[in-house]
């Protein structure tokens, strides 16, 4: 390669250490190998590889510890869509939040039911980037605290792109003494097999009680 010329690095047998050392090597705490769709432009136009079978050992923070192969000698081909490309971040490894962005309902048929509608927000994160195809992949319901268990209301949020949130339906019958005041909404949002996070209507929530309680609740719940 000559030196000064710049060429992409294929990223063939590239895996995250690579990806952890190049962004240390810019001062960064974490980095991720991402598409380099959204890198591709006019002003790489004409840009060869030049590099391929990049690897990286264990614990480097400096690229000058890693070895590649000479593109040109390597012998296997590398294409458009196989650049190596990396996503930085000083972020947390990974953060899956909840939160209410809206949430509305009222009494009806004389104080025996309670109706509306909810907006339920959720961050997924992996080194600082949005997971893509959220709606597809992370599931959300809402459920209502009584101050000793968890009562379904819905069980799927249909999630609506244009918000960025998922829509959730308040229809819950009021039993005994209950009231509209005494509802406190729990909006649960999970990734199958990976992660779980809830958020609470603390702004209209009608029971007392403390994170530790209502997190054992909760959890007994979906468990069951």
Known sequence: MDAGTPYFVCDDN???TVATTICSHFGYSAGQLISPDNYLNDRVSGVTFGATNTNCPSGASDISGCD????????VPCFDGEQLAVSCSNAPYWEFTADFARIKYRSKMGG???AGRAWCEVTAQKYGMELEDKGSIIGTALGNFNGTSIEWVDGEGQYVKSKDAWKLKIRKE????ETKEDMCFVCFAWI???AFTYAVDTNNCGVEYS???LDEI????IAN
Request: hydrophobic fraction near 30%; avoid cysteine.
């Open 218 to 221: 909760i959890y007994n719940a």
């Open 174 to 177: 009021l039993s005994g003494d």
């Open 192 to 194: 199958e097999g990976v």
């Open 14 to 16: 590239a895996g995250a």
């Open 112 to 114: 025996t039911k309670v």
């Open 211 to 213: 994170e530790s309680s």
């Open 68 to 75: 590649y192969s000479d593109y040109m000698e390597n012998g």
